[in-house]
């Protein structure tokens, strides 16, 4: 009987990845994973398909567009296209099973069929942490959103990066304090300063701007430099008395002064008040993040406070803080820009090699290496030592520990580190020693 | 402006858990991922959609028919309905970049439009375990992949449990030197025996088997007690001289010895010759694993040895050998059972709960905590204190940290722990004692 051979391939823009790519990508995984649970947030898993009806409860714009639908039977239903409108139905849902506040974190893949271009996926990854109150939410919260994110980086093995910061009732306030009416076009205008520059952005603004007393005001307070603590203080000596603007300040100064009690270096984070993120979206605080050493990222997390999560579900007031990382993205990033280093991903500590047929001495070995939180594999295939070294290094295994005669008769076992190339005849408690405190 | 609410809801089919039960379900798949790793399998992640033609390149069946297929302009898609297909697609795919024998494991969500009913889920996870040989591999492995199944179950906290064992080859050639020729429909009758009993299998046979010596010789012949040892024995002293038969029985004579180096206990891995599997795709050894104490979960965990793991890919031949754990219907059949106790499920090691509303001293005290590794979160919303203390208690954390006058003024924390209700007074140091010696 013939087969017939289909060509195995998968869709364009969905990334797969090699297995020790995969080891990488899940070691960034689980630190973000890991910090997120060291806040105390809880997981959550919700289905990655919906009703239609209620993914789409919010329509309009450009999402709906890209979003995949399916039909099975009657049903309407499609792939989620974030981790918020699933977290916004969830809440709503489970309300009463909830305990207020909800602090959640959610690592998933989510689909949306963008034009095909590189470093674009229609699959990707979203972690997201998001603290949700049930009608108030204290404004602490917002302090410790980017204290996690500055974790996250650290240990990820980046020292220059930046937190950006602002609230959007200091930058609302401010306008209108100045009389300037046409609120939602000045703020898309302002956001692009840093890609298009000051005077075009003057340019712009003259539409919506006739003062030119106004306009100065303006631009020199977006682009107002100085340490966190001082741009706090002239905040608060502007003399602006406009409600909003004065609530805005009171809580930047609340998140600033969290800020470093939850340890942030000045250097890691700078109160921005250009940032203002989505502007249908977010109320208070906003948030990006930079990476100094490789602006071409753009921002690698980004979030801020909204006032409520879940209108389209519940009558409820649902306050939340928030952000996202975008993993895939980041992950396509780090591999683009060589930040990371796959031989040095193996999953495994070290790989038994025997020199003959019989694995029960090596089997056993790898048992006790095993017991002592080792991950550690045994090669049983046939075939001479040099085959079986190349197995090893192709892997980029750490250490090989070879299993001869010798080993056997004097019950010991040779470890040897694939790097320096050193090797040892030692105890199997020694070499659980060598291995383990590598 | 009114918004229109949507009633926030699920499809039907589809498991969504409360954050207490994800953390109980991300318990159980953590220990399978570390127990797969421990035995140096990598990780691979493929899409969850995957081209049309490539998921059904081998059509036919009842699967067809529940697969989620999806299109977006002019692309077929669909959703896969297993991990094997996509392994077989990646394996073919990737060939040149792979190490062989290739040990890979995959978790991920699988989607199947099953009929509606209770513990059948349309969308579940998968947790698959494999290593493909490039033209051969050796029947060792055939040997840990149980034993890493008992790990597995081990550490969930099961004693009672048997993987059951069998090699397709030792029934083939056994029926074979008893000239039956109606192999297969024989052996799909064998198979329920357990189901049917003795009596019913022997009158289905009747129609494939004529000679009643040859009847009882079979049903003698897979209803066989005794120890694992003495199976072996008997096969061996049975006369069969059937090449597919002596092949069989020396393959599970070899895993027999290398599933009890492996640190396996007779008591929990039994020689069953009725165990069959997929009829169509398991070619030597077989397996099956049941809770003794909850034999309505059926196997909980099947897999085995084929021949050709990508005939539709690749004319390479690939042998492999795998086992898969259904987590989503085992994590379902647990909660039903009443198995796992939520109430001691916690993400958190412990609440910090302040007096009042000065939360630096608190602040500190987590990332103190954090830093020993400990997962700890503040609670900073208002209210007054048996409020706070519900809602620790709602989250079922193991101990509150609580903060008042004293404890700033003295440098000190008072830990309370929430199941015994003791509290104690005790600096920093000692408190981190306290909780990580838990």
């Known amino acids: 009987m013939s087969i017939k051979i289909t060509k195995p391939s998968i869709l364009p823009g969905f990334m797969e990845l090699t297995p020790k790519e995969q080891v990488a990508f899940n070691h960034v995984s ?13 997981p959550i898993d919700t289905p990655i398909i919906e009703k239609s009806e209620v993914l789409l409860a919010k329509t309009g714009g450009d999402t709906e567009k890209q979003i995949y639908t399916l039909t099975k039977g009657s049903t309407d239903m499609a792939l989620r296209f974030d981790l918020t409108v699933p977290l916004a139905r969830y809440v709503s849902q489970h309300m ?26 229609r699959e990707f990854y979203q972690c997201d942490v998001d603290v949700i109150g049930n009608g108030s939410l204290s404004i602490v919260n917002d302090a410790q959103i980017p204290s996690i994110i500055y974790k996250i980086f650290k240990e990820l093995g980046f020292e220059n990066f930046k937190i950006r910061l602002n609230n959007r009732k200091i930058l609302d306030g401010f306008l209108r304090s100045l009389n300037i009416e046409s609120y939602i076009e000045v703020l898309r205008i302002v956001d692009k300063i840093e890609k298009i520059g000051e005077e075009k952005v003057r340019e712009e603004l003259k539409e919506y701007i006739s003062s030119e007393e106004a306009m100065d005001s303006l631009i020199s307070f977006i682009t107002t430099t100085g340490s966190n603590d001082e741009k706090i203080e002239m905040l608060k000596n502007l003399g602006v008395t406009h409600e909003k603007f004065v609530e805005g300040v009171e809580e930047l100064e609340t998140v600033n002064k969290y800020i470093k009690v939850l340890g942030v270096p000045d250097k890691n984070y700078i109160i921005d008040f250009k940032i203002t993120r989505g502007l249908d979206y977010y109320t208070g605080t906003v948030y990006e993040t930079f990476l100094d050493d490789y602006p071409e990222f753009g921002s690698v997390c980004s979030g801020g406070r909204y006032d409520n999560l879940a209108q389209y579900y519940t009558e409820k007031k649902l306050p939340g803080v928030g952000i996202s990382i975008g993993l895939t993205r980041l992950f396509w990033s780090f591999m683009e820009s060589n930040i990371i280093d796959l031989n040095k991903n193996s999953v495994m500590d070290a790989m ?15 048992s006790k290496l095993r017991e002592a939180g080792l991950k550690v594999d045994i090669y049983v295939e046939g075939g001479k030592f040099p085959k ?37 005849l030692v105890t199997i408690e020694e070499g659980i020693d060598i291995l383990t405190n590598k």
């Open 388 to 424: 079986k070294m190349k197995y090893a290094n192709k892997l980029s295994v750490p250490n090989v520990i070879i299993i001869g005669e010798t080993e056997k008769s004097e019950n010991k076992i040779l470890v040897k580190n694939m790097v320096t190339g050193d090797q040892t």
């Open 30 to 42: 689980d630190v973000i994973r890991r910090n997120y649970e060291s806040f105390g947030f809880l």
């Open 96 to 121: 009463e099973e909830l305990a207020f506040p909800f602090k959640r974190y959610q690592i998933g893949k989510v689909y949306r069929g963008e034009r095909n271009q590189r470093g674009r996926f």
């Open 352 to 366: 038994v090699i025997p020199m003959d047929e019989d694995f029960e001495y090596g089997i056993e070995i790898c």
